[in-house]
């Protein structure tokens, strides 16, 4: 089958879904398909801009193609008759994010006018969709919310399991992703102050910002924590990471109502590690069940204290506790194999 | 160095250009790279509204320098824009007049022109034309009358050189 990946790009800026994307059309090739990603550039700011840009992908044609699997406003506008929609973001800006008061469209009778005609392209592009899928339940409920569209709950897979492998188990509880307020790895360090026991922690990722970066070093020297919590700041290799995450302990992720199960949570089931997460996480909770797959604490430090006290202390019941998360997770079939047979179909 | 290339992609035809190893050229030399693939049809009803869609398509103000590697890609706007002459750009000019020539005469003649038109002003626009071969570097001088590098190291070029100081038309450029 001839297949076209439409996704939308800000370059020298990659992400998350660029990675998917990577994957996906590897994947494809995996399974015996010609693929072709292509990548078309989107510039939002001034949002007035938005308009020139969702009528230049409207006036785009893909042809000789059998199928066409589009991730991201504004490429999945690109015309085709056999279109799947694997929807990892609208451009949430004109709906939860306006509704919120955080869109960066202005509340002008010009912002509004904006809103409507993004919301009106969106529907006359779904409406002409074969299948929509997801990436998550949040991704769903939009689309139910905004257009009264149901969809199909695709998650991403991991992009490289064989690489996350049950390792030693070693002394230390990893934190790995992208580090900011949102993903709270703050509340971590702050937590770590407060344990009795000699747990370590390891954070490690890319800071969004250097005040991002300069917090987590801050908090470690105020506390003189700087013999326990290892900080490595910045982009490292995935097996970097891997290595990090399979000769954990177990993981600690904290974002703040993530869409999907999170690549870190993910990551560390797949390596047979349980995970420590939050009540308000969001997707995560997909995935982490209180003392069976890991531990959901209250988001303050005091009590991620004693989950991290708990983690050290009771060291085979966190190894065990690793090997039913990988098993629970396995379960979930969220592998490229099931994703790509349901993509393509 | 931030160096955007550009690329179309024809339906899954090799690229005329291996994107990737000249990509990989400049990373080794220390610029940081992307990759922008946009796609197109043969198509004849819509070549007119492809070519306005990469127009409308704003990558002015992303990198030091674009490098457009085929001929639709060429009409992107940057203020420092490298164009690349590839076999695409035949059927605009020498292929045009062959009985096997991708575009029929009469009928698409006005067409014709209109894509000519804006080949030219995009490469008019740019700051350097580089080619990989002298029978292109012919071709190319007969459409635009500009003098193109033959057999360039295109990458040592790029990572190695301000290319602001000049525009193409009519310029001898190094």
């Known amino acids: 089958m001839k297949i076209f990946v439409l996704n939308n790009m800000v ?33 939002y700011d001034p949002p007035e801009h938005i308009y020139s840009e969702m009528l230049a992908c409207r006036m785009m044609r893909i042809e000789d193609a059998d199928l066409v699997i589009a991730l991201k ?9 056999n279109k799947v929609l694997w929807l990892v973001h609208q451009y949430r800006q004109a709906y939860d994010m306006w509704d919120a008061g955080t869109s960066n469209i202005p509340s002008t009778q010009n912002g509004i006018e ?10 006359d592009c779904f ?10 339940p949040v991704i769903q409920d939009r689309l139910k919310r905004f257009h009264g569209l149901e969809s199909e709950l695709l998650r991403t897979p991991l ?14 509880i990893f934190c790995g992703g992208r580090i900011n307020q949102t993903k709270r790895q703050f509340l971590l360090v702050e937590a770590m102050r407060h344990t009795v026991s000699k747990c370590k922690l390891v954070i490690a990722g890319p800071a969004d910002s250097p005040t991002d970066g300069d917090l987590l070093k801050t908090l470690v020297q105020k506390y003189g924590l700087a013999d326990r919590v290892h900080l490595d700041i910045g982009f490292h290799p995935r097996e970097k990471i891997a290595s990090w995450v399979s000769n954990s302990l177990a993981c600690a992720y904290l ?17 047979a590690k349980a995970v420590l997460t939050v009540d308000d996480s969001g997707g995560i909770l997909d995935l982490v069940f209180h003392n069976e797959t890991g531990w959901v604490s209250e988001p303050d430090p005091i009590h ?12 085979a019941e966190t190894i065990a506790m690793g090997k039913n998360a990988k098993e629970s997770w396995l379960s979930m079939g969220i592998n490229w194999q099931n994703t790509i047979e349901r993509l393509v179909a | 160095m931030k160096i955007l290339l550009a690329t179309s992609t024809k339906q899954f035809h090799h690229r005329e250009i291996e994107i990737e190893t000249l990509r990989d050229q400049l990373q080794a030399l220390g610029a940081l790279t992307d990759i922008l693939v946009l796609p197109f049809s043969m198509n004849k009803q819509h070549l007119l509204s492809q070519l306005s869609s990469y127009r409308m398509l704003d990558v002015r103000h992303v990198g030091d320098c674009l490098v457009s590697m085929s001929a639709p890609t060429h009409i992107l706007r940057h203020p420092n824009k490298v164009v690349v002459f590839s076999d695409s750009s035949t059927q605009l000019v020498d292929t045009w007049d062959e009985q096997d020539g991708y575009l029929d005469r009469q009928p698409m003649h006005a067409i014709r022109k209109l894509l000519y038109r804006a080949e030219q002003v995009g ?14 570097a012919r071709r190319m001088q007969t459409m635009v009358r500009c003098v193109v590098t033959d057999s360039v190291h295109l990458a040592a070029q790029l990572a190695g050189k301000h290319l602001k100081s000049s525009r193409l038309s009519g310029k001898k450029v190094a």
Not at chain 1, 73 to 81: M, N, V
Not at chain 1, 127 to 136: A, D, L, Q, T, Y
Not at chain 1, 304 to 315: C, I, N, P, S
Not at chain 2, 123 to 136: D, K, P, R, Y
């Open chain 1, 11 to 43: 370059p020298f800026v990659r992400g998350g879904a660029e990675e998917l994307a990577s994957h996906l059309v590897q994947q494809l090739q995996e399974h015996g398909h010609r693929v072709e990603l292509l990548k078309i550039p989107f510039k």
């Open chain 1, 73 to 81: 406003f504004p490429a999945y506008l690109i015309p085709h008759p």
């Open chain 1, 114 to 123: 904006l809103k409507r005609c993004i919301a009106e392209a969106d529907t």
């Open chain 1, 127 to 136: 409406k002409n969709v074969k299948r929509i899928c997801g990436i998550s």
């Open chain 1, 159 to 172: 992009n490289a399991p064989e690489e996350f492998v049950e390792g030693e188990y070693g002394d230390y």
């Open chain 1, 255 to 271: 974002p703040i109502d993530e869409d999907s199960l999170g690549y870190v949570s993910m990551e560390a089931n797949q390596a």
């Open chain 1, 304 to 315: 991620l204290a004693t989950q991290l006290d708990r983690m050290h202390e009771k060291r």
């Open chain 2, 123 to 136: 490469i008019q626009e740019a700051a350097l034309g580089v080619c990989f071969s002298n029978l292109t």
